[in-house]
């Protein structure tokens, strides 16, 4: 397997505009985790999936951010409109269940993105 | 809030020291503790520890969790320039499946 595949590695975006990241998770993981990792708060807890379903949103900070699972195999976590302040490294990362306990936590090598 | 805390912030050692990073926390139960090492990208898995008292180890490194003490320790023995990273610990509090990172531990070893 690939491992979690993330797209785009850097993004660079003028405030006010829509940002799209994606993520591939591990085929077969049930669980996907997008992180937002910064140098003044480290890697905070967006949101997570289970089964394509979103389980807890908490960590959202606004309703600027929105993410999705449609399949499997496939989320998004979308910003609109961007501001500066959104500018980080977003990590998307997947894991399964197995004998009833959490596996370690794959991530993927993470979008860079700037917000002018 | 659970709550995860690493020290010390940073650390800057010669190569050959020997290391121990602390992780302590205020989550009475959980499921797992996790070491993740961060170089300049993606996080990547160390250790998981279930159990109190038993040791982890792979070659220089190793960990150990207390759980009555409520705080996990990564050792590094004759450190290498290639140990240098952001040491990250995080917990999986029991009621959820979600990862809670520490803020990490930032090592340098100096050749």
């Known amino acids: 397997d690939a491992g979690v595949i993330q797209s785009p590695r850097h993004e660079v975006t003028e405030m006010g505009q829509e940002v799209t990241l994606r993520c591939k998770p591990i085929?077969?993981?049930?669980?996907l985790f997008w992180y937002r990792q910064t140098m003044m708060r480290g890697l905070e807890l967006l949101i997570y999936?289970?089964?394509?379903?979103?389980?807890?949103d908490s960590g959202m900070p606004e309703d600027r951010f929105s993410a999705k699972m449609p399949n499997a195999s496939f989320s998004t976590l979308k910003i609109q409109p961007s501001e500066p302040r959104d500018s980080a490294v977003y990590f998307c990362a997947s894991s399964s269940r197995q004998e009833g306990k959490n596996t370690e936590a794959f991530f993927g090598q993470g979008t860079r993105l700037t917000v002018v | 809030e659970d709550k995860v805390v690493q020290s010390p912030l940073s650390l800057v050692v010669h190569e050959g020291d020997t290391v121990t990073l602390n992780c302590s926390y205020e989550?009475?139960?959980?499921?797992?503790l996790l070491w993740y090492k961060q170089e300049k990208k993606a996080p990547t898995f160390l250790f998981m520890l279930?159990?109190?008292?038993i040791e982890k180890k792979s070659g220089r490194l190793s960990s150990i969790l207390d759980k009555k003490e409520l705080f996990s320790i990564l050792n590094i023995t004759a450190t290498q320039t290639g140990d240098s990273a952001v040491y990250l610990c995080a917990l999986i509090p029991s009621g959820t499946y979600k990862y809670i990172f520490g803020t990490g531990t930032r090592l340098k070893v100096l050749a």
């Open positions: 999936f289970n089964n394509n379903v979103p389980i807890d």
């Open positions: 085929s077969g993981h049930d669980y």
């Open positions: 279930t159990s109190s008292g």
């Open positions: 989550v009475t139960n959980f499921r797992s």
